[in-house]
């Protein structure tokens, strides 16, 4: 194998899990493949992987069933916050975003329920789709794509609608290290989410899609619950009796 | 019951014994089959049949021609025996009599 060639294969094989990178970048010198058939080894072998992690129902619900339509609506709850913000405190008024007769109460109602929404939405992803995270990723970046070309921002700035990330981004990171909590932390969170939503339902201030942001409080819930039944404090994919999909880890014996 | 890629791995693996590892299975592979065996099939099938308990697999040693890096070592277990066993009793059970299989069971007239 060449050495300029060789880099190259090493990069390619970063997107193997470190022990496999180990034994196959062994194998491939070991053989004295040339560069392109490496190459090829590699990334047939990536691929192989990929594929068999999208048996699994876990990828395409976090992609298409949470990432993508809840970045959508809490793009819509962000830019609505900041216009009710706006007319509350700097009696700006949108007239693209109306904001009613929403009071301070209703202020604070909502932005509680956008930071549970967010973090709850991100949990999910993140734990439902650890190895396929970067394509929900790719989900929620195009609905992000999509609201900025198609939502009218104006008064308001465009960095407005993206109030959801941080929270987001911290419930995807507690998702990915499958962060433990109890059934009685994931209930209160929901039960709360709940009542705040009938809250501001009942006074006309919540969007019926908006319902959909609640089920990811619930599958919290139900994550929790299953894994208190086995007997466990982590959090898991409650849906189905097996923990997601990963290749077998391999470690030096003993 | 195994699949014949499983069934051609688990052979080549229990047939290099102790010095049965990815880039030693893929070379028996090859040369008994006479195709080319891919990285990606070679180490999909031998998670597969480790997950089923028909394969134990853990990192080895490394030698200074593989460039210092660890060699993913691999044994048949008892299960995978028995399943290898059993796929090779249903070949030659339905191979008895067939033209192909005449001369290698010695049963031709």
Known sequence: MTAVAWPLVELASRLLEPDEREAVLGDLLEAEETAWQALLDIFGLVLRRQAFLWKSPQPWFAGFSVALPCTYLLMHVSVSVTATYERLFHHRVSTRWPTGQEGFVLLFCHFFLLMAWSWAGGYVVGSASRRTLWVSIALSSLACAFCLVTFRFEPL????????????????RHGVRQARFSFACASLLAVTVTLLMIFAWAHQA????????????????????????????????????????SPVSVRKKH | MLGEFEYVLITAAAALGDNAYGAAIREEIEATTRRRCSMGALYTTIDRLETKGLLKTWMGDSTPQRGGRAKRMV?????????????????????????????????SS
């Open chain 2, 75 to 107: 044994r048949v277990t008892s299960k995978g025996v028995h399943a290898a066993k059993e796929f090779y009793d249903a070949v030659m059970r339905v191979s008895r009599g067939v033209s192909w299989a005449e001369n290698q069971t010695g049963s």
């Open chain 1, 206 to 245: 919540l969007w019926v899609l908006n319902w959909v942001l609640a089920l990811p409080a619930w599958y919290l819930v139900a994550a929790a619950w299953r894994s208190r039944q086995e007997g466990r404090t982590g959090p898991s994919w409650p849906f189905s009796p097996a923990p997601l999909p």
């Open chain 1, 157 to 172: 700035s465009r960095f407005c609608s993206f109030l959801f990330l941080l929270p987001a981004i911290l419930g995807v």
